[in-house]
């Protein structure tokens, strides 16, 4: 079973801190983390406040291994010039596109032609908001290769992460 994902998200402030990759690096090796996987989550907003600081940033945080996300994508003012520039691993388009597909077909078509960028410039896509089977449905029909939202599961309290991990590992682990 391959280990679970890490995903966090950074803050505007956390991302354009001067010490972050530093930081990340730190972290990842206190805990023994492996950094591939570890995924950190920007927004489209914060990566185009400063593009060239931001592909710096980016490629630093990336050198070690860690995947990186530009999150909330769609809901911003990016060019798409720009996203060629940026070196990251998955794109997240925002819940607004996701939760409108079954009524708007120009959403589906949208989100249909975002996958197909993100492809072509050999990216992953998360959908976020997946709420019902039929918006799922239609996400795999077009590609989209993760889906997040309640539909898989309510947001849960932090504490119960530890008893779901070991369920998880329990039914892997060999038998005697």
């Known amino acids: 079973m ?3 994902t890490v995903r ?11 010490r972050l990759a530093d930081e990340v ?6 805990v023994q983390l492996n950094p591939g996987s570890l995924v950190l989550e920007i927004t489209e907003t914060v990566l185009m406040e400063n593009i060239q600081a931001a592909v710096i940033t980016l490629q630093q945080l990336k050198d070690p291994g860690v995947k990186l996300a530009v999150d909330d994508f769609g809901t911003g003012y990016s060019s798409l010039s720009y996203l060629k520039s940026f070196p990251v691993d998955f794109l997240k388009i925002d819940r607004s596109f996701v939760e409108k597909l079954g009524e708007d077909p120009a959403n589906k078509t949208i989100v249909a032609a975002t996958i197909d960028l993100a492809h072509a410039l050999g990216m992953r896509v ?6 019902t089977v039929a918006q ?6 077009i590609r989209c290769d993760i889906a997040q939202g309640n539909y898989f599961s309510k947001p ?3 504490e119960i ?3 779901l991990l070991s ?3 329990a039914d892997k682990a060999p038998q005697r």
Do not use: C, H, W, Y
């Open 136 to 141: 799922l449905k239609q996400l795999m029909a």
């Open 167 to 169: 369920s998880a590992f």
């Open 161 to 163: 992460i530890p008893s």
């Open 2 to 4: 391959p280990l679970p």
């Open 126 to 131: 998360v959908t976020e908001g997946v709420e």
């Open 8 to 18: 966090v998200n950074l803050s505007g402030r956390q991302f354009q801190g001067p």
């Open 156 to 158: 849960l309290p932090g």
């Open 25 to 30: 690096g730190d972290v990842v090796q206190d």
